[in-house]
């Protein structure tokens, strides 16, 4: 956040934790099978819906405590 608020660069980041991606991240594409699903900020496209179709896991995404989605793991989804 330093970097592009001191410079104006655009700064590129691949991460698989979502809880990163939603503290570090102002707006965040989510691809499943190399396809995009979602694009938007945290609150918009980390959802337990997304959660589930993408990475195949059920999951808890509370907002108020944080300011911005936190998702606790609660299963396995059976969905493909």
Known sequence: ???????????????????????YSRRIA???RGVLEALGTPGEV???AHLEKVFRVHADVDVA???????????????L
């Open 30 to 32: 989510v691809l499943c």
């Open 1 to 23: 956040q330093r970097l592009n608020k001191e410079t104006g660069l655009t700064v590129v980041m691949v991460l698989h934790d979502i809880n990163h991606a939603a503290k």
């Open 46 to 48: 980390i959802t337990p």
């Open 65 to 79: 405590a944080y300011e911005r989605p936190n998702c606790v793991i609660t299963g396995l989804a059976h969905t």
